[in-house]
């Protein structure tokens, strides 16, 4: 098969893909029975299947491809994205890293990788290299937030919330932060202020947040409404000890053993294996001649 005939079944494959990629897979899949060793068959057999996010496909063509083409810094990027896209995330930046110069695009995914296998230090170092040179993007700012919250530098976490602030002003995701951000050097207020800021631009969702705004509504002398967004943490997700575990205490604290008790009931429900501390709230609620 000469080349003329092979950019010509490449052609048509490529106008069959919208309609029926399955054909177009299985012409160049023929053509590359006869011409093996092709890179233009085998890249394209790849991005149909990466289009179509089927990453362990497509690697088997982008490895073979690369194979003939060793430290194509195309083909680096392709497989290190279907690694990264299937959470393999070291060897996604095995591949990255051999990319000299990797433009802004693929340091973000560099960082984010670091920042999933919990180097945050490493994903930090990778953002402020892209800051240099690409300071337009607010979620390459979100990335090293989140960052320094994980290694607990709540300081410069605020500092950096401060920059993207005055480059884009009130993002509903720097409200989030911010929120986050207070609530871990304890200011209360302007956490609970932040989070209901947040609210007010779209529903929240996550429990982890909900569990976050009601520790900033206790710490505020909001008990009632920590309740209610504990309570909505739990319909989210209702597998989750802590969840119960604040709820049990605030009705307590109320003297409400009642709604105490059903809490309790709820938790049996749905948790297997009780934390330590709502194994002892079991067992107030169940021997109140105990204490």
């Known amino acids: 098969m000469n080349l003329n005939e092979i950019n010509n079944l490449i052609q048509r494959a490529n106008a069959l893909v919208?309609?029926?990629?399955?054909?177009?897979?299985?012409?160049?899949?023929?053509?590359?029975?006869?011409?093996?060793?092709?890179?233009?068959?085998?890249?394209?057999?790849?991005?149909?299947?990466?289009?179509?996010q089927l990453f362990e496909r497509a690697l088997s063509?982008?490895?073979?491809?690369?194979?003939?083409?060793?430290?194509?810094?195309?083909?680096?990027?392709?497989?290190?994205?279907?690694?990264?896209?299937?959470?393999?995330?070291?060897?996604?930046?095995?591949?990255?890293?051999?990319?000299?110069?990797?433009?802004?695009?693929?340091?973000?995914?560099?960082?984010?990788?670091?920042?999933?296998?919990?180097?945050?230090?490493?994903?930090?170092?990778?953002?402020?290299?892209?800051?240099?040179?690409?300071?337009?993007?607010?979620?390459?700012?979100?990335?090293l937030i989140e960052q320094y919250v994980r290694i607990q530098n709540y300081d410069r976490a605020y500092e950096i919330i401060l920059t993207a602030e005055n480059k884009f002003g009130k993002h509903r995701q720097l409200l989030l932060l911010s929120a986050l951000v207070y609530g871990k050097k304890g200011i209360?207020?302007?956490s609970y202020h932040c989070f209901a800021e947040y609210e007010s631009l779209g529903e929240i969702t996550n429990p982890d947040h909900l569990m976050a705004y009601a520790n900033a509504a206790v710490n505020i002398g909001m008990n009632d409404r920590a309740i209610e967004l504990l309570?909505?943490?739990?319909?989210?997700?209702?597998?989750?000890?802590?969840?119960?575990?604040?709820?049990?205490?605030?009705?307590?604290?109320?003297n409400d053993y009642k709604n105490a008790k059903k809490v309790?009931?709820?938790?049996?429900?749905?948790?297997?294996?009780?934390?330590?501390?709502?194994?002892?709230?079991?067992?107030?609620?169940?021997?109140?001649?105990l204490e």
């Open 188 to 190: 209360w207020l302007k």
């Open 18 to 52: 919208k309609t029926n990629w399955l054909q177009a897979v299985y012409i160049l899949q023929e053509a590359l029975k006869e011409e093996p060793d092709n890179l233009s068959l085998l890249v394209n057999l790849g991005d149909i299947y990466l289009e179509r």
């Open 264 to 289: 309790l009931d709820i938790a049996k429900r749905y948790i297997s294996r009780f934390s330590p501390v709502l194994y002892l709230f079991k067992e107030r609620l169940e021997n109140p001649h």
């Open 231 to 254: 309570q909505r943490a739990q319909e989210i997700n209702p597998y989750i000890n802590a969840v119960y575990e604040e709820l049990i205490r605030l009705y307590l604290k109320k």
């Open 61 to 143: 063509y982008y490895l073979k491809a690369i194979s003939l083409l060793p430290d194509n810094p195309q083909l680096l990027f392709l497989i290190g994205t279907c690694y990264f896209s299937l959470g393999e995330y070291r060897i996604a930046n095995s591949y990255y890293n051999r990319i000299p110069d990797p433009p802004p695009e693929i340091l973000y995914n560099i960082a984010l990788s670091y920042a999933f296998l919990g180097s945050y230090q490493e994903s930090i170092d990778i953002i402020h290299k892209i800051l240099k040179v690409m300071d337009d993007n607010p979620f390459i700012y979100f990335l």
